[in-house]
């Protein structure tokens, strides 16, 4: 079956430094979208991203759809202690009748 | 105010014992979803339905049993047939194709 993959699995920075985490679909998206979770809280949807090779911002963090629409960024310029938690990707199974998540990537940011 | 609420927060279960979550949505979406998430996982999908009436299997729906009488509930029913309930239980809703959007979320525990 249809299967989204995301790494790293868990990421540890320093305030301050970059991350990056990494989304791969085994099928072609139609759109794909990304969540945070919060440590004991539930997932907030962030963005879509539907064009092929679309890059879209919020403040400091980057989003980017592949020119295949099979994978997708998000990247996080100088993170913060509130950055903390789980970021998942989701994309649409071929059916258009649910989504189908990624395994997530959980950052924790030091002070 | 418009959202998506769950009840109860946590809730305990005793062995052979059926338990009924709530989930209920005032945003005048279609489409509601059931995921399990187990400590330090990704979501599971439980059961969705695309309307009133009607509602598919996701990839765990054993010992699980949905009903979609109304647009704006979508009670969730653990069986004594789970045998390993122990979970966060996330409730979303969405129109047609679009973001997610996710309750608060129940932690179920077995006494």
């Known amino acids: 079956g249809q299967q989204v993959m995301q790494i790293p699995q868990y990421q540890h920075v320093q305030e301050g430094e970059d991350f990056t985490t990494y989304c791969n679909s085994s099928?072609?998206?139609?759109?794909i979208q990304w969540y945070k979770q919060r440590p004991g809280g539930h997932p907030v949807f962030l963005i879509q991203l539907v064009k092929s090779g679309e890059v879209k911002k919020q403040k400091r963090l980057t989003f980017q759809f592949g020119e295949a629409k099979k994978n997708s960024s998000l990247h996080i310029t100088a993170t913060q202690t509130t950055d903390v938690g789980t970021y998942f990707c989701a994309g649409p199974d071929t059916g258009f009748q649910k989504l189908v998540f990624g395994t997530g990537t959980r950052l924790l940011v030091s002070p | 105010d418009g959202g998506i609420t769950q009840s109860p927060k946590y809730l305990f279960r005793k062995e052979g014992q059926n338990v009924t979550l709530s989930c209920e949505q005032n945003?005048?979406?279609?489409?509601m979803y059931w995921y399990r998430q187990d400590p330090g996982q990704g979501l599971r999908l439980i059961y969705y339905s695309q309307i009133v009436n009607d509602f598919q299997k996701g990839d765990i729906a054993e010992g699980y049993s949905v009903s979609r009488e109304k647009k704006e509930s979508f009670p969730l029913t653990v069986t004594s047939a789970q045998k390993n309930p122990t979970a966060f239980y996330l409730c979303a809703s969405s129109l047609s194709k679009g973001a997610q959007y996710f309750g608060p979320g129940t932690r179920l525990l077995v006494l």
């Open positions: 945003l005048n979406h279609d489409a």
């Open positions: 099928t072609t998206l139609s759109n």
